[in-house]
């Protein structure tokens, strides 16, 4: 006890606050980022776009570019806001753009280490 208060659990807060964390971490799980590795150098947003069967606009494909030189590395993120959004990329995984092997991959930022929280 603090100032003769009942102790409560730092784990669930209660009231009007519990509610707003509850539904922001609803919208945070269900937005999620997914990288698209092995697309060629030279793809266009189109091609990207077709290859996704327009499932994702154009405005949430980001391509990956080396820091200095501003050539496209290969790699390109995809966010998606909701579950039905990544099945239909993750259907894409054995798909191709030009008979290049494209890979769906977790965002890296998101990739944890195992034992590690």
């Given amino acids: 006890k603090i100032h003769n208060l009942p102790r409560r659990s730092k784990a669930r807060p209660t009231g009007m606050l519990a509610r707003s964390v ?56 995809v966010t998606c806001l909701d579950a039905k959004e990544e099945a239909a990329v993750r259907a894409k995984h054995t798909a191709n753009i030009r008979h290049r092997y494209i890979e769906v991959l977790e965002d890296r930022s998101q990739h944890r280490r195992p034992g590690f929280k």
Avoid: Y
């Fill in 22 to 77: 509850m539904r922001l971490g609803a919208r945070a799980r269900a937005q999620s980022s997914l990288c698209l590795r092995g697309i060629p150098r030279d793809a266009t947003v189109e091609e990207v776009r077709k290859f996704l069967d327009g499932v994702i606009p154009a405005e949430r494909i980001k391509f990956s570019k080396f820091s200095d030189t501003g050539v496209f590395s290969g790699w390109a993120t």
